[in-house]
């Protein structure tokens, strides 16, 4: 279990997903697949992930007043994370995510983000007590970039941790990266930030470097099949990926970035909380669904491929 307390602060969706031979092309109608609903969103994802890893988690998030936002706060209750400070908007109606997979674990996800796009910097300010409390803090870019930005700077003149998984790609800003102690983009997402266009493991460094020269302290690129490369300012290594069958790779993001910062919490060095990422990440993708594919601790302390 962790000694420190970690906060994520974020989106929840309910997913609603269809599984089928191949993603639809523009215009294109596929018959055929397999329908399901799996609660989502991927702060909501990265709180359940620390909870099941044994974290110390509150989770920041607003939803609607409509069945999908009683049926997620009942759920994280479920889970153990404390709900303290979950919203619940009764003019937005909860968000959902339309996903699409195919038989190659492939995804595309469409999102309406709902009451997620109302999540303001008021609402964190009414949430001061539990960005005190926490020593890490988990950010995504599911919610309005304002109420990152607010967060972030809030936590860092706290003088907390704070860790942002920079997805869906977006522009960030330079006081934003300032306050970050890392930042985890996929291939994507740093070279968006960088400009640099990832091809292989020189180029992913390249980035990394450019990225830490923002003023960001500590750099991973996740690098999907091949692992994640580990930046500390000084030191770069690849931690590799654990090899699996995979079937669906919707939450695998979200799954790393939960179980690095419970790692972290644990006291471990970044290339160890990045190496037990992997590793619960390497489950999630064996798994349909987001929430679903959440390993926990047992199973991850026990995998070993």
Not at 74 to 97: M, R, W
Not at 138 to 160: D, F, H, N, S
Not at 277 to 303: H, L, M, W
Request: proline residues 4%; charged residues 20%; aromatic residues 4%.
């Amino acid at each position: 279990m962790s000694e420190s307390k970690i906060l994520v602060i974020g989106s929840s969706n309910t997913d609603m997903v269809i599984c089928t031979g191949h993603l639809p092309l523009p215009g294109e109608t596929v018959i055929g697949g397999t329908f399901f609903m799996n609660p989502g969103g991927k702060g909501a994802n990265q709180a359940v992930t620390v909870a099941r890893l044994g974290g110390r988690v509150s989770f920041i998030c607003k939803t609607g007043s409509d069945i999908f936002g009683h049926q997620a706060n009942q759920l994280f209750n479920e889970e153990g994370i404390d709900t303290s400070y979950v919203f619940s908007d009764t003019k937005n109606p909860s968000g959902v995510a339309l996903i699409t997979v195919d038989t190659d674990a492939e995804n595309c996800i469409v999102v309406a983000p709902g009451a997620n796009a109302h999540l303001t910097p008021n609402d964190l300010k009414r949430s001061a007590e539990a960005v005190e409390a926490a020593d890490i803090i988990l950010l995504q870019l599911e919610i309005p970039m304002q109420t990152v930005e607010a967060a972030a700077m809030m936590a860092y003149r706290l003088g907390k941790k704070v860790v942002l998984n920079p997805a869906p790609a977006s522009k960030l800003s330079a006081g934003l990266l300032e306050t970050l102690y890392a930042i985890t983009p996929n291939e994507t997402e740093a070279e968006a930030i960088s400009g640099i266009r990832i091809t292989d493991e020189r180029t992913a460094e390249e980035a990394a470097r450019k990225i830490a020269s923002m003023g960001v302290c500590n750099v991973i690129i996740t690098l999907g099949a091949k692992g994640a490369l580990v930046f500390d300012g000084a030191h770069c290594e690849i931690v590799p990926a654990y090899k699996t069958q995979a079937v669906d790779t919707t939450a695998a993001g979200d799954v790393f970035n939960g179980a690095l910062v419970v790692a972290l919490s644990e006291g471990r060095t970044l290339p160890e909380a990045v190496r037990f990422a992997c590793k619960a990440s390497a489950i999630s993708v064996t798994r349909v669904g987001a929430q679903n594919s959440v390993p926990y601790r047992t199973e991850v302390d026990v995998f070993n491929l």
